[in-house]
């Protein structure tokens, strides 16, 4: 006997080695989901036949494709205007993929992409700690920065679908070298996960003195969680890490504030983790680096959705009707 519901969609999360997907209801409940390869398939054309034979026995499973509202999908370098993926450097297809033509084409279904940062805005405005918030920005801390920016209920997209890459704006003049990139001083370069293993490894040799748990670990070995197991252990180079890497984003989080005067900013990925060890310092720079009229009016926030999940309920919010 099959599971029929009234509507759901279909959300599917493409990252760089695993393409997440599940059947979402309209509260934002992931009934099944799935996952394929996302480097096993150099023919984008096989990726989506396997998708295909993938999540169809699950719509048909809840009622059928007359029941699905369609299919939301978050990549990198996804552009919502074109349906397009653009150069994505981390995953296997090169140049510019139609890819939400080609799906809906295949399933017979709306289906709407976006990149994955505004997919999580999306989801956070849809089923989180956003829903009800018109204004308001998600900052992805995770291998990269990524940020969705939402303005009067609507995404910002810019021209030509692009707009909003703050991880990638210029925080430090002749800063240090983002080797994905080969710019200097970027905001990625500072407060992503490899940000965090820089700064430690540069802290430890400058404090060549300073004993350390950090020290027992290879520079191979230190990861951004490492430095974190090391912090709530009370090492004092690992606690000035994660102060300073706080301090750069609260800094930057005031530029983001007096631009476009959010709500909100909800905190999300591997690095909010870390809890008060990155909010204490983050929310006490960014305060005192606005200005008065900005001051104690914008919430800072950890994301309420389960980490795991969040890349599939962001991609399927962006097929419900407004």
Not at 150 to 173: C, N, P, S
Not at 236 to 265: C, D, H, Q, R, Y
Not at 283 to 311: G, H, Q, W, Y
Request: hydrophobic share 40%.
């Amino acid at each position: 006997m099959s599971n029929t519901i009234s509507t759901f969609a279909i959300g599917i999360d493409i990252g760089g080695t695993t393409t997440k997907f599940g059947v979402v209801d309209k509260e934002g409940k992931i009934l099944q989901q799935n996952k394929i390869s996302s480097t096993q398939y150099a023919d984008i054309h096989l990726f989506i036949d396997e998708l295909y034979k993938k999540i169809c026995p699950l719509i048909e499973q809840y009622g059928g494709s007359q029941h699905c509202v369609g299919i939301g999908v978050g990549a990198p370098n996804g552009n919502y205007y074109s349906g397009t993926i653009e150069y994505a450097p981390n995953l296997i297809w090169k140049g510019i993929i139609p890819l939400a033509s080609l799906i809906q084409q295949k399933f017979g279904l709306k289906t709407i992409l976006t990149n994955d940062a505004n997919a999580a805005a999306a989801g956070e405005m849809k089923y989180g700690v956003a829903k009800g918030i018109k204004h308001f920005i998600t900052i992805t801390l995770g291998t990269g920065v990524g940020s969705g920016i939402v303005i009067d209920g609507k995404m910002l997209l810019g021209h030509d679908g692009f707009a909003g890459e703050l991880g990638h704006t210029i925080i430090r003049h002749n800063g240090r070298l983002h080797k994905g990139t080969g710019a200097l001083g970027s905001l990625e370069s500072y407060v992503s996960a490899s940000g965090v293993k820089q700064t430690a490894l540069e802290f430890l040799d400058e404090a060549k003195e300073t004993t350390s748990l950090l020290r027992h670990y290879s520079s191979d070995e230190i990861t951004s969680q490492i430095v974190y197991e090391c912090a709530i252990k009370g090492d004092e180079i690992a606690i000035k890490v994660f102060a300073f890497t706080g301090e750069i984003l609260g800094e930057v989080l005031a530029n983001f504030v007096m631009f476009s005067s959010p709500e909100m900013i909800v905190l999300f990925g591997g690095l909010a983790n870390a809890g008060d060890l990155l909010m204490k310092p983050t929310k006490e720079a960014m305060e005192k680096k606005l200005l008065p009229i900005f001051r104690n009016k914008v919430k800072l926030v950890f994301s309420n959705l389960p980490e795991s999940d969040a890349a599939i309920l962001g991609a399927s919010a962006l097929v419900w009707e407004k």
